[in-house]
DNA sequence: TAGTGGTCTAGACCACCTC
DNA sequence: AGGTGGTCTAGACCACTAC
């Protein structure tokens, strides 16, 4: 039993009653000055405790408001469904699983040429610095900025797809166009991983410090090659991913916790 | 073009020259005195600048050393294939995993009869608080913790498989032993989710402050009902989750970045 | 022993929000 | 105007690591 420093007792103390409800969820905390007096210790002591709860993604806080405690709504999203290779999509089923949900999406959208990073190019399995064509989209959830997806389709495909280098969306969807062009998805791989987010990505996704993002690559394959990439990074705190593998029918993905 | 805070300059320069390679994965970085100096700033504003860095994943500190910069080393993880229903599944499909990439794997094992919690319960459809045979497992990597490993089974089952209660490793792996007793798992409905982890998960898995978990959550099921849940936490830092759906026949998993 | 980061203080001034 | 958090300073002392 080591002595703890006097700032992270403050967390403890304080992070013990947010659990046990003393400060809901949404619920202010007293002020800087207030803790100060409450733990008998600087005003810069008391910071230092009410960073570590911000760096734990509990609490944030706001200039001439003062902290607040997190709250948590987080959205599912079903990824071995999401676009079951019969299904349209891009936009759409995004457009269409949030508006079940009740809530109001919201999405800018973006085409550019580009130059492949390495990172896409591996998985398409062409040339680092090669031409693809990007289509990026910023993905809201009632005003909330909720994602960021980023589909890299490589050079060659281009010749038999044009439209898809075109700005604009793509109204019945780019899969559906690309399988009435005879290029069908018949597989894919996706890859998850989880880390902090760079500044870019922290001002993009509007998330402070103590929200891990989740990055999500899917590379689709056609009968005899990759023909896109698509990285999705979203927001760790508001969103959580289903995979459904095997039989389960009859079984009701059912939700909450 | 508002004028940021000196620290954030800092952290800015310093993130700049991690990127570009100046200090790259690994080395040291100057001094906090040196910092000050070279930036014209007090000690305490270094530090917040070095704060930031920290928090992002990039750099660690230790006492007596000095900040360094982070190597990232990632094991990849293949969850579709991982428990193929076909597979053995527990201890052995980690420990065979690691094993084929040329790293030492170890466990330590734990088992014992718990009230069930809610988020695991919802799952498992069973009673909150009824009773459950929780399997515990911490692993590690080359001795670096790496995950734990929280399955529970269900009450009713252990009726018909009483070593699921047992301590100790059962030899043919869980999966199997269920599957000679004619319970077969036939589906299971994974969730990913990501966050910093709480300080009990930063003290099991050492991860220091910038380095978010990532939790797996396995409900397998038998053709009538859920007959277990496993919830891994994992180093963000070092994992990466893989799922292959479709006919990827002839596509070998390539890897790297 | 010397150098590193870790903790803590007291106080100053600024920026933002609400009234 | 008054209260909130955000930034910055200068200095003190402690704990750990290296030599």
Known sequence: MSKQPKYQQIADV????????????????????????????????????????????????????????????VFELNASRFENLTFPQNGDAFSTDVTNAGRHPHQTFRVE?????????????????????????HRFVDNVPWSTQATHYPDWLLAEAPRLAEPGDIAEGTTRYLKSLGIEQIGYRDELATRMPTPDEARLLEIGAGVPVMLWTRTGYSHDRPIRCTITTLRGDLNRMNYEIGDLSGWDGNESE
Chains 1, 2 share one sequence.
């Open 14 to 73: 304080l992070r013990r009653e947010i659990d046990n409800g003393t400060y809901g969820p949404g619920s202010r905390l007293p002020s800087e000055a207030e803790l100060s007096a409450r733990f008998d210790a600087s005003r810069n002591t008391v910071r230092s405790g009410l960073n570590a709860l911000v760096s734990q993604g509990l609490i944030t806080s706001s200039q001439g408001l003062g902290y607040e405690v997190s709250k948590h709504e």
């Open 113 to 137: 040429l580009t130059t492949t990073p390495e990172y896409v190019a591996t998985r398409l399995k062409i040339e680092t610095g090669s031409r693809s064509v990007l289509r990026f989209c």
